[in-house]
């Protein structure tokens, strides 16, 4: 059986399974996040631009109010356009399979990808799926960017950093948790560098990325001296608050702890075990390019938790 065919039947069984546990759900419950973003959604539907409460708000997620916009739009009640995002959502969520097979095809045999994909697809985590919150689309998104990232590493020709840049511009206006990930996508390329023995021409090959990355960082410093707000959410506390960076760490180690005690011991052990033997020197670039992912992109969520 074609390898597209089983991703097809691992994507709409979980998102017929995700639809129907989130029938259960008939009223928001997380407030005010759902409540924002289907108001966003709604400005989108109705006036063309993010409305929520009368004036034109850009400090929450652009692109998923932007995703839902058409339950509000073709639907003849918020009710039902509610119901309808349910099922947005579930079919974003489970999409994420896709990209979990590319990225686990480059150290998997076949079977173990599909494996790979129908967990990540089942974990307790889709849950959010029933919620209009973020996380839905981001999900998959993050992991698009994952292996769109990975491949962009074995060989970065400027196509392929011009998708991961695209890429990466998705995450950020999905969810401005992106902004750590761009961070973590710099350190990738020197993590990647330095393993491969040549930093200073990988460098050079990046230098497209790496110039985009300084223009917007300049960019940003000036708007934050200027006092024009940044577009940032709730992260954009993180400026005003560098100065007490002992309690940030603190806050940061409890929640590895907490993340650590939630995915499980036995995988939190068995993660660097694993990055150790996929870093080594003579493993192939594939293989190397696919750890490096996997441990810069797990840091950077957990900086920006």
Same mark, same amino acid.
């Given at each position: 059986? $074609?390898?597209?065919?089983?991703?097809?039947?691992?994507?709409?069984?979980?998102?017929?399974?995700?639809?129907? +546990?989130?029938?259960?759900?008939?009223?928001?419950?997380?407030?005010?996040?759902?409540?924002?973003?289907?108001?966003?959604?709604?400005?989108?539907?109705?006036?063309? /631009?993010?409305?929520?409460?009368?004036?034109?708000?850009?400090?929450?997620?652009?692109?998923?109010?932007?995703?839902?916009?058409?339950?509000?739009?073709?639907?003849?009640?918020?009710?039902?356009?509610?119901?309808?995002?349910?099922? *947005?959502?579930?079919?974003? *969520?489970?999409?994420?399979?896709? $990209?979990?097979?590319? #990225?686990?095809?480059?150290?998997?045999?076949?079977?173990?990808?599909?494996?790979?994909?129908?967990?990540?697809?089942?974990?307790?985590?889709?849950?959010?799926? &029933?919620?209009? *919150?973020?996380?839905? #689309?981001?999900?998959?998104?993050?992991?698009?960017?994952?292996?769109? +990232?990975?491949?962009? #590493?074995?060989?970065?020709a400027w196509p392929? /950093?011009?998708?991961?840049?695209?890429?990466?511009?998705?995450?950020?206006?999905?969810?401005? /948790?992106?902004l750590a990930v761009?961070?973590?996508?710099?350190?990738?390329? #020197?993590?990647?560098? &330095?393993?491969?023995?040549?930093?200073?021409?990988? +460098?050079?090959?990046?230098?497209?990325?790496?110039?985009?990355?300084?223009?917007?960082?300049?960019?940003?410093?000036?708007?934050?001296?200027? =006092?024009?707000?940044? $577009?940032?959410?709730?992260?954009?506390?993180?400026?005003?608050?560098?100065?007490?960076?002992?309690?940030?760490?603190?806050?940061?180690?409890?929640?590895?702890?907490?993340?650590?005690?939630?995915?499980?011991?036995?995988?939190?052990?068995?993660? $660097?075990?694993?990055?150790? =033997?996929?870093?080594?020197?003579?493993?192939p670039r594939p293989?190397?390019?696919?750890?490096?992912?996997?441990?810069?992109?797990?840091?950077?969520?957990?900086?920006?938790?």
């Amino acid at each position: 059986v $074609p390898s597209v065919v089983w991703l097809a039947a691992i994507v709409s069984s979980a998102a017929v399974a995700r639809i129907a +546990l989130g029938a259960a759900n008939h009223l928001p419950g997380v407030l005010g996040d759902e409540l924002i973003y289907s108001g966003l959604a709604k400005g989108w539907a109705l006036y063309g /631009q993010p409305v929520l409460r009368g004036s034109v708000e850009l400090g929450y997620s652009t692109l998923y109010p932007l995703f839902l916009a058409p339950a509000f739009r073709l639907t003849a009640d918020g009710a039902s356009a509610l119901a309808v995002v349910k099922v *947005m959502n579930a079919i974003a *969520m489970t999409s994420a399979a896709v $990209p979990v097979y590319v #990225l686990a095809r480059r150290v998997l045999p076949r079977t173990w990808g599909l494996a790979v994909a129908a967990l990540s697809v089942l974990a307790p985590w889709t849950a959010y799926a &029933a919620l209009t *919150m973020t996380e839905s #689309l981001f999900y998959p998104a993050f992991l698009a960017f994952a292996a769109v +990232l990975a491949w962009t #590493l074995e060989r970065p020709a400027w196509p392929r /950093q011009l998708a991961m840049l695209a890429m990466l511009a998705v995450l950020i206006g999905v969810r401005a /948790q992106g902004l750590a990930v761009a961070l973590g996508t710099v350190v990738a390329i #020197l993590l990647y560098g &330095a393993l491969d023995g040549a930093t200073r021409a990988t +460098l050079r090959r990046f230098l497209p990325t790496l110039a985009v990355f300084a223009t917007l960082a300049v960019v940003g410093v000036a708007a934050k001296a200027a =006092g024009e707000p940044i $577009p940032a959410g709730t992260y954009g506390t993180l400026f005003d608050s560098l100065s007490r960076l002992g309690g940030i760490l603190k806050w940061g180690a409890w929640s590895i702890a907490s993340f650590g005690l939630a995915l499980g011991v036995v995988a939190l052990a068995a993660f $660097p075990l694993a990055l150790r =033997g996929m870093l080594r020197g003579g493993a192939p670039r594939p293989v190397r390019s696919t750890a490096t992912v996997a441990l810069v992109l797990s840091l950077s969520l957990l900086a920006s938790v």
